[in-house]
C-alpha cells in the first residue's frame, strides 16, 4: 500500500497483529461418527505442539424449566440448539492470544456447568469439533483446514445406541425416537449438506490411519510456514496475505 500511493513510510504492525495465528482445523460429521476419535488421534501425534480442541456441545443453550418438562421434544440437532455468537467470542480470544474459559455441558443434566469451567489457552492448533461446526460461514471462515468424517448411517446409529444406553443411561426406546424424529432429519437437512465445504472427507474415521498421518503431515507443513513468521519478523506483513 506504501508504495501504491507513493509513500516511503514502512506499514507499522502492532502487538496485537504480531501474535502468532493459530492454525485452525473443523472436524464436522454425523453423531457417533468418530469425530472426537480422529480428534484425539490428530492431537496425540501432534505431541510435540500446543492443541486445544474445542468442542461444539459446549456451547448448547441451557434450556428453560419448560423445555426440561418436554426434553424429548427438544430438537438437540439442529443449528439454533447452539450459542454461535459465543463460540465466536471464545475464538475472537483465544486468535488474538487470550486465554478462555470454556463451560462443560452435562449430557445428563442438559446443562451447561458455570462452575466446572475449563480454561483453554491460546495455542498453535485449536481443534474446532462438533456436528454443526461447518454451518455458520463465520466460524467457518476461521479455519484453515476442513475435515468431515463419514461414516455409514447404521454404524453411527449403532454406536450412538451402545453410548447413550451405556454412559449416558438413557431409555432405549427413547434414544430411538429421539434419532427418527430429530438426528436423522437432521443429519439429511443441516449436516450432510456441509460436507461440501470440507477440504478432506476421511471414510471410516479413527480406522482411518493413512488419512490422519497424511493430515497430520500436512499440519505440521503449515506449521512450519507459520515458524517462519515467528523467527523472521519482516515476514509477519507477508504473513496476513498469503491464505494458509
Ligand atoms: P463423535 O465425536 O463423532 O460423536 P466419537 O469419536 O465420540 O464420535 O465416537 C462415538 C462412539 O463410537 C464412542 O463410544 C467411541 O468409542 C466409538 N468409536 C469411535 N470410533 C470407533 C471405531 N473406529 N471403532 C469402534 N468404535 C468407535
Ligand atoms: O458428540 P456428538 O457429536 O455425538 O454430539 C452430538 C449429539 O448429541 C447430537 O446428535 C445430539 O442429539 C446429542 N445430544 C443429546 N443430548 C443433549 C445434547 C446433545 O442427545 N443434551
Not at 449403532?158 to 438413557?170: N, V, W, Y
Amino acid at each position: 500500500l506504501a508504495q501504491r500511493n507513493g509513500s516511503t513510510e514502512q506499514p507499522t504492525t502492532s502487538a496485537t497483529d504480531m501474535h502468532k495465528q493459530p492454525f485452525v482445523i473443523g472436524v464436522a460429521g454425523g453423531a457417533a461418527s468418530g469425530k472426537t476419535t480422529v480428534c484425539d488421534m490428530i492431537i496425540q501425534q501432534l505431541h510435540d505442539q500446543r492443541v486445544v480442541l474445542v468442542n461444539q456441545d459446549s456451547f448448547y443453550h441451557n434450556l428453560t424449566e419448560e423445555e426440561l418438562t418436554r426434553v424429548q421434544d427438544y430438537n438437540f440437532d439442529h443449528p439454533d440448539a447452539f450459542d454461535t455468537e459465543q463460540l465466536l467470542r471464545v475464538m475472537d480470544k483465544l486468535r488474538h492470544g487470550q486465554a478462555v474459559d470454556i463451560p462443560n455441558y452435562d449430557f445428563k443434566s442438559y446443562k451447561s456447568d458455570a462452575f466446572q469451567k475449563r480454561r483453554v489457552n491460546p495455542s498453535d492448533v485449536i481443534i474446532l469439533e462438533g456436528i454443526l461446526i461447518f454451518h455458520d460461514p463465520r466460524v467457518r471462515e476461521l479455519m484453515n483446514m476442513k475435515i468431515f468424517v463419514d461414516t455409514d448411517a447404521d454404524v453411527r446409529l449403532a454406536r450412538r445406541i451402545r453410548r447413550d444406553t451405556g454412559e449416558k443411561a438413557r431409555d432405549i426406546g427413547l434414544v430411538l425416537d429421539q434419532y427418527s424424529k430429530f438426528v436423522k432429519p437432521a443429519f439429511d437437512d443441516f449436516i450432510l449438506p456441509t460436507k461440501k465445504y470440507a477440504d478432506i472427507i476421511i471414510p471410516r474415521g479413527g480406522d482411518n490411519h493413512v488419512a490422519i498421518d497424511l493430515i497430520v503431515q500436512h499440519i505440521r507443513t503449515k506449521l512450519g510456514q507459520h515458524d517462519l513468521c515467528k523467527i523472521h519478523p519482516n515476514l509477519y506483513v507477508i504473513q496476513s496475505t498469503f491464505q494458509i
